[in-house]
């Protein structure tokens, strides 16, 4: 089921256009197909109790690897997925994809997985409550190979790429059937809750991003992930 959603997903993305400053777009939906595939194979069967959402893959995470918060090394040896990587359409010269042999790792995602494998131990026992997706499964970069987020896209570019990534995550919600859908950082709360009709009795909340550049963050994320869900769990 997740594999024909990912097919139409990537379906309804491709006709996007964006203009500069954005000069290219990866979809590891596409050339990380493989790897994602086998994330979901693994660890997308049957329902949740919480479903965490990201804003979008970071150049050295998703983007390299095709798996949510990717962080190359927690992904091949605690997941267990490793999977051949091919490369995007255009690739931006400073931005290449290396996948599995990335030399870089991805901060945020050396932070949620690790947490992850600190708290629960096993993935299993991990994804026997959670499940991690991305609200929209795009990298954009600029000219000179610095990262665009999706909020800071024009109207007339955030609005059809919003309306396709709502119907995504409408889908994934249908699949895993969460009792809570949480946003990692403010955009993808917002956008769960935009795309999330009003008649819903899934709850919405909200953890700290892992993001280095959220100073929060960076005196003790871990502490901060725990604390926040007590507090959904426990209203």
Known sequence: MLEQQ???????LAGLEFATPVTHVYNPLIYARRAWDLYCRKYGQGHREL????????????????VPFGEIALVRD?????????KPSVEHPK?????????????SGARLWGWARD????????????FVA???????????????????LPAREREPLFAACDRALLNTVAHFQPRTVIGIGKFAEDRIRAALPASTTIKVGRVPHPSP??????????ALMDQALVAHQNP
């Open 6 to 12: 990912t097919d139409d997903f990537c379906d309804d």
């Open 51 to 66: 479903l965490l959402v990201g804003m979008n893959p970071g150049p050295y995470g998703m983007g390299q690897v095709g």
């Open 78 to 86: 605690w997941l267990g997925i490793e999977a051949p990587i091919d």
């Open 95 to 107: 931005r290449p994809i290396l996948g599995f042999d990335c030399p870089r790792s991805e901060v």
């Open 119 to 130: 708290r629960f131990g096993t993935p299993a026992r991990f994804f026997a409550r959670f």
């Open 134 to 152: 991305n609200y929209c499964p795009l990298v954009f970069m600029e000219a000179s190979g610095r990262n665009r987020t999706p909020d800071k």
């Open 213 to 222: 550049a959220n100073p929060l963050a960076n005196r003790g994320w871990a």
